[in-house]
């Protein structure tokens, strides 16, 4: 049986709220990287809006950087998806606005139209399905 709208973005608020508690897994995978922090702060690797990280021009090189967080983070969605009774995917996504906010000046991030932006000294433009 499907869920409703409604019980699926109640489940989204849900898992944005643990995720405020919870974000720090993700976080401390990306932070334990050094070549990935200076990748990011440099705009070669960006925040994605479905809770990933991507090449953003960086060199190739940086593919398995990219990869390792994206495995981490994933098992990371998984198991607090779990937990949340939610899906890894409704996880991702919340996961994705949070970092995303996070994200500072120079930094890039993924628009809602898939665009690559540099972070300014504003707000990102977010998913409308962001809590």
Excluded: F
């Excluded at 919870?22 to 922090?37: D, E, I, K």
């Amino acid at each position: 049986m499907r869920a409703s709208p409604v019980l699926s973005l109640h489940r989204l608020w849900l898992t944005a709220a643990t995720l405020v508690l919870g974000l720090g897994g993700s976080m401390a995978v990306a932070q334990s990287n050094p070549q990935y922090a200076a990748a990011k702060a440099a705009g070669e690797i960006g925040e994605k809006a479905d809770g990933y990280v991507a090449l953003v021009g960086g060199p190739a090189s940086l593919r398995a950087v990219v990869d390792d967080i994206n495995i981490k983070r994933k098992a990371v969605y998984a198991e607090r998806a779990a937990a949340n009774h939610a899906t890894v995917e409704e996880y991702a996504l919340s996961s994705g606005c949070n970092l995303i906010t996070k994200t500072k000046p120079g930094e890039k991030y993924q628009a809602p139209d898939g665009s690559w932006q540099t972070r300014g000294a504003g707000a990102p433009l977010r998913d409308s399905r962001c809590p």
